[in-house]
């Protein structure tokens, strides 16, 4: 069972990213999968939200607007894009899947049981 995000890069102000959130040993579709954030030193950040039947997404109001989340089409993938990236954007980028839709919805990573290796996004001044 493994969880990997992958994606992330050194983008401008205002440049664009798509992340890729792979599980392997278990289907992600049978789950709601947020997408979190994590400054070093500060606590990771709950930032969208994709429901399991994928009808609802989510986002914190920081990102709304700029940041879409979607499945891929058969391949154990969420994607998070993230659209005119700004300085003040955090680091390390987590993907997780929740048994919940609602604590997904609500930023909690208390129903999480799986944590996956994380992806760095820079935005270079």
């Known amino acids: 069972v493994r969880l990997v995000a992958s994606g992330g890069d050194s983008v401008q102000p205002g440049g664009a990213l798509t992340l890729t959130c792979t599980a392997s040993?278990?289907?992600?579709?049978?789950?709601?999968v947020g997408w979190f954030r994590q400054t070093p030193g500060k606590e990771r950040e709950g930032i969208s939200c994709?429901?399991?039947?994928?009808?609802?997404?989510y986002y914190r109001d920081s990102v709304k607007g700029r940041f879409t989340t979607s499945r891929g089409n058969g391949k154990n993938t969420v994607s998070l894009h993230l659209n005119n990236l700004k300085p003040e954007d955090p680091v390390i980028y987590f993907c997780?899947?929740?048994?919940?839709?609602?604590?997904?919805?609500?930023?909690?990573?208390?129903?999480?049981?799986?944590w996956g290796q994380g992806t760095q996004v820079t935005v270079a001044t």
């Open positions: 040993g278990f289907a992600l579709d049978d789950y709601a």
């Open positions: 997780a899947p929740h048994l919940s839709d609602y604590l997904c919805s609500q930023w909690s990573a208390s129903d999480v049981g799986l």
């Open positions: 994709l429901s399991e039947d994928s009808d609802a997404t």
